[in-house]
């Protein structure tokens, strides 16, 4: 993720600093095709996200590979997320999740996240990653999708840093700042063609993958990962 730009704080009031990007991009998330390590400052996708196919391995549904479809597929995920919180009593939406959640599975996500907010803040810092990461580089400020000091394999401790920043905000302003993230992330998408989407290597800052790996990570796919925690919680005994 980036470098954070500064912790959010208050309660009530929205993360201040949007859309400038901290170090965002989060959980034992989810990870674009495999590929050889690309060059320089870019690291590999494939080294420590195991988002590699979280999108067909949750759901089921085969990975976006046009911009249309990728569209598609994070406004479907982002509005079936939104659903299923809104499905949510008051008081689950507040209190932390039943402890025996942190037991589902060895990943470390399952024992990080507590509660509600701390999912969506996730969600909502990895996007701002990404967004940083696409305008810094746009602009021809080379910059890596994580935040130095971090690679790949350290993304457990900078996702607990991640988790550490957001234990200020309320989850009010954690939905609202995760809408915009959303809504910024969509309309970035919506500037690139399907071949600077899907194309491989097209942009030097991508290393090998192409810049649509990273745009079905951050939305689509994260979504459903959030999804699959919400839904163990509601399931709850």
């Known amino acids: ?3 954070s730009t500064g912790s959010p704080s208050g309660s009530s009031s929205r993360v201040a600093g949007w859309p400038a990007a901290s170090f ?17 400052f870019v690291p590999s996708f494939a080294m420590g996200f195991h988002l590699l196919s979280c999108f067909e391995i949750i759901s089921g549904v085969p990975r976006p590979k046009t911009k249309t479809e990728l569209l598609d597929a994070a406004e479907a995920q982002y509005a079936k997320l939104d659903s299923l919180i809104e ?5 689950d939406q507040h209190t932390n999740f039943d402890p025996s959640i942190t037991q589902i599975g060895k990943e470390a996500h399952w024992a990080r996240d507590k509660n509600l907010r701390d999912v969506l803040a996730h969600l909502h810092e990895w996007q701002r990653m990404l967004l940083g990461f696409v305008d810094a580089n746009r602009q021809g400020q080379p910059r890596p999708f994580l935040p130095f000091p971090h690679t790949w394999r350290t993304t457990p401790t900078l996702n607990q840093e991640i988790w550490t920043q957001y234990q200020g905000p309320e989850l009010g302003a954690i939905r609202e700042n995760l809408a915009d993230s959303h809504t910024a992330v969509v309309a ?33 796919s994260h979504y459903e990962w959030a999804i699959k925690k919400l839904r163990a919680f509601t399931r709850k005994p």
């Open 24 to 40: 965002s991009f989060s959980g034992s998330g989810f990870a674009p095709a495999r590929t050889r390590r690309p060059p320089r």
């Open 188 to 220: 970035l998408i919506g500037e690139f063609t399907n071949e600077e989407l899907f194309t491989k290597a097209h942009f030097p800052w991508t290393g090998t993958t192409s810049l649509g790996s990273y745009c079905v990570s951050a939305p689509s």
């Open 1 to 3: 993720e980036q470098a």
């Open 87 to 91: 499905g949510m009593s008051s008081d």
